[in-house]
């Protein structure tokens, strides 16, 4: 689908329940693919979930919340939430440990009017060391990420920034090429494909 033909391509204010860069920057992209000349700002907000969300329902919640929440700070056409969380693999089948372990999965939630788009991003595993700890104290994953990744991480230049505030815990994981503001656009992206074809999406049955 061309801008031209998008049905969004109008939208020119586009609020986002977050402040964090990287996750602006994700949706900033996601956005402009379908509405070239749409602003994206950011709202402080807060998810209603817990800091870190465990389990699909606390992911969506945390997303939904957030898209809602923008939605009535300001006069936003579009919002958008972003919520990212631990789900646990199920263990039936698993023939080692990482094929069984604790994956990181985020969602996108897009408010259009009354309509609403889900969308998800790709998962990756965390290392044992820090995802066994966050999921069972929500205790943010970041933080532990981050204090293993300095202990114990391939020597790099020194960046002292949070990784949620840079290239994330992603970006670190697989080398810069998947970095979070990427890993966000990825769940817009998949969470704007209703509100792109809403006829696909309101029939009941195939003709």
Same mark, same amino acid.
């Given at each position: 689908m061309s801008p031209a033909s998008s049905p969004l391509r109008e939208i020119a204010r586009v609020?986002?329940?977050s402040t964090? +860069? +990287?996750?602006? !920057?994700?949706?900033?992209a996601a956005v402009v693919a379908y509405a070239p000349g749409a602003e994206v700002s950011g709202v402080a907000? /807060?998810?209603?979930?817990?800091? =870190?969300?465990? $389990? #699909? *329902? *606390?992911?969506?919640?945390? /997303?939904?919340?957030r898209a809602r929440e923008a939605s009535r700070? $300001? /006069? #936003? *056409?579009l919002c958008v939430g972003y919520e990212d969380g631990l789900v646990r693999l199920p263990t039936a089948g698993a023939d080692d @440990? !990482? !094929?069984a372990g604790w994956f990181n999965v985020g969602c996108a939630a897009v408010r259009l009017g009354? =309509?609403? $788009?889900?969308g998800f991003s790709s998962g990756f595993a965390y290392p044992? /060391?820090?995802a066994e700890r966050a999921a069972r104290e929500k205790e943010p994953i970041g933080d532990l990420f981050d204090a293993l990744w300095r202990a114990?991480? +391939?020597? @790099?230049p020194a960046d002292d920034r949070p990784s949620a505030k840079g290239q994330g815990n992603v970006g670190k994981l697989t080398g810069g090429v998947v970095d979070r503001a990427e890993y966000t656009r990825h769940a817009v992206v998949c969470a704007l494909a209703s509100l792109l074809h809403p006829d696909l999406y309101a029939r009941k049955e195939i003709a």
């Amino acid at each position: 689908m061309s801008p031209a033909s998008s049905p969004l391509r109008e939208i020119a204010r586009v609020g986002v329940g977050s402040t964090n +860069p +990287p996750k602006l !920057a994700g949706v900033r992209a996601a956005v402009v693919a379908y509405a070239p000349g749409a602003e994206v700002s950011g709202v402080a907000v /807060a998810s209603g979930v817990s800091d =870190q969300p465990v $389990g #699909f *329902e *606390e992911i969506v919640r945390g /997303a939904r919340t957030r898209a809602r929440e923008a939605s009535r700070a $300001g /006069a #936003f *056409e579009l919002c958008v939430g972003y919520e990212d969380g631990l789900v646990r693999l199920p263990t039936a089948g698993a023939d080692d @440990e !990482a !094929a069984a372990g604790w994956f990181n999965v985020g969602c996108a939630a897009v408010r259009l009017g009354d =309509q609403v $788009g889900l969308g998800f991003s790709s998962g990756f595993a965390y290392p044992p /060391a820090c995802a066994e700890r966050a999921a069972r104290e929500k205790e943010p994953i970041g933080d532990l990420f981050d204090a293993l990744w300095r202990a114990h991480g +391939p020597d @790099e230049p020194a960046d002292d920034r949070p990784s949620a505030k840079g290239q994330g815990n992603v970006g670190k994981l697989t080398g810069g090429v998947v970095d979070r503001a990427e890993y966000t656009r990825h769940a817009v992206v998949c969470a704007l494909a209703s509100l792109l074809h809403p006829d696909l999406y309101a029939r009941k049955e195939i003709a």
